[in-house]
Every structure is written in structure tokens, then in C-alpha cells.
T-cell receptor, first 117, second 111 residues
Framework: DTGVSQNPRHKITKRGQNVTFRCDPI?????LYWYRQTLGQGPEFLTY????????KSRLLSDRFSAERPKGSFSTLEIQRTEQGDSAMYLC???????????????FGPGTRLTVL | GQQVMQIPQYQHVQEGEDFTTYCNSS?????IQWYKQRPGGHPVFLIQ?????EVKKQKRLTFQFGEAKKNSSLHITATQTTDVGTYFC???????????FGAGTILRVKS
């Protein structure tokens, strides 16, 4: 158990509906990441937060996607007007502050599997 | 943009045989991380390599970082059924703000 939790674990929705996922990182971690993983591929970076600030967004993150981390703790990822191409596993990860020792390992949550019908 | 290529895509071995997956980049890697994802699971960190030519061992797993820091490998000696899963290399980029993953190598072990 890595300590990162995600809810829900599975979500089935109809095309055009909005969905929201939640991620609770390891409590002392100030960095939080969202990735998307499709079958047979490695995770693809979507966005990351340092505390409550969203510092980078991938080009993969269209304007239908929005992520928040209002108090620097949990984060939500919302997809509006879902499309079938949004079907994927959405992974959240967290890490502690980067130090002079180099990038810290990322701890991944179990993911939310989204199916858009 | 950054891209790490991983081969093979898939390998099916008899239990007890060895297994190796390779990760290659056209550019110099600052460092590289390896993750394992069990079927139905999520990526779990295995190790990070930083230094040119670095070799690290974890029991039956041996990780290497190339002298030119453009390639890396993971070798498993005498595979066991518990080794099944997908092994990913990943490059931390932009001061570790994100990971760029390879496509992964799926390992299946026949008992």
C-alpha cells in the first residue's frame, strides 16, 4: 500500500457526461501528479501541482479537462463532455520535495478506470 | 520532445530463465527510474540510476545505466512467477516535475 488513494476506482459514463475523480496523496508530499494510461502504453503525464499551485499542463490536457488542488492536499480531475477517447486509467501520484539528491520517486495510487460508452 | 524507447515489447519465458529489458534514448538522460506494474495494478518504483555506468542490484534484479547515459537495462536472473508484470523505464524531466515513460516490457513466466 503506497498510501495514495483514488476514488472512484471505476467509472462508467455515457458520452457527453461530466466526471470527477479524486486523489488523496501521501500526507507529507507536496507534489501531486496526474497521468493517463491506455492499454499497452506507459503512463502519460497530464499535469502536476506543487502544493496548491498547478505548475504544468500537458498538451494532452484539452480544455475539457481541469484539475484542482485547492488546499494543497487532495486533488480533483474533472472531465467535461466526455468522449469515447477519454476511456483510460487515470493515475495519480505524489512525491516529496525534490532535493539536491535528484528527483524523488513517485508513489502511484491504484487509479480510476474510466469507460465512456 | 523527450522519448525513451523500450524493447522488447513482450517476453514470455520459462520459470527459471533470465529476462532482460532495454531502454534507449537518443538524448543523454539525466537519470532514469524503473517501475513495475503488476497485471491490474499500478506502477511501483523499483530504483533510480543517476551515475554514468552505474550498476545496482536488488536480489535477482540488476539495473545498469550506460556509460553515455543514453541507455539502461533491467536484468532478472532465474525468473519466478512473482516477476510477472510490465516493467517500465521512466525519465524524470524538467527537474523531476514529470516522468516520461517508455512503452514498457510485458513479462510472462510459464511455470
Amino acid at each position: 500500500d503506497t498510501g495514495v488513494s483514488q476514488n472512484p476506482r471505476h467509472k462508467i459514463t455515457k458520452r457527453g457526461q461530466n466526471v470527477t475523480f479524486r486523489c488523496d496523496p501521501i500526507s507529507e508530499h507536496n507534489r501531486l501528479y496526474w497521468y493517463r494510461q491506455t492499454l499497452g502504453q506507459g503512463p502519460e503525464f497530464l499535469t502536476y501541482f506543487q502544493n496548491e499551485a498547478q505548475l504544468e499542463k500537458s498538451r494532452l490536457l484539452s480544455d475539457r479537462f481541469s484539475a484542482e488542488r485547492p488546499k494543497g492536499s487532495f486533488s480533483t480531475l474533472e472531465i467535461q463532455r466526455t468522449e469515447q477517447g477519454d476511456s483510460a486509467m487515470y493515475l495519480c501520484a505524489s512525491s516529496s520535495r525534490v532535493t539536491s539528491g535528484g528527483p524523488r520517486r513517485q508513489f502511484f495510487g491504484p487509479g480510476t478506470r474510466l469507460t465512456v460508452l | 520532445g523527450q522519448q525513451v524507447m523500450q524493447i522488447p515489447q513482450y517476453q514470455h519465458v520459462q520459470e527459471g530463465e533470465d529476462f532482460t529489458t532495454y531502454c534507449n534514448s537518443s538524448t543523454t538522460l539525466s537519470n532514469i527510474q524503473w517501475y513495475k506494474q503488476r497485471p491490474g495494478g499500478h506502477p511501483v518504483f523499483l530504483i533510480q540510476l543517476v551515475k554514468s555506468g552505474e550498476v545496482k542490484k536488488q536480489k535477482r534484479l540488476t539495473f545498469q545505466f550506460g556509460e553515455a547515459k543514453k541507455n539502461s537495462s533491467l536484468h532478472i536472473t532465474a525468473t519466478q512467477t512473482t516477476d510477472v508484470g510490465t516493467y517500465f523505464c521512466a525519465e524524470p524531466v524538467e527537474y523531476g516535475n514529470k516522468l516520461v515513460f517508455g512503452a514498457g516490457t510485458i513479462l510472462r513466466v510459464k511455470s
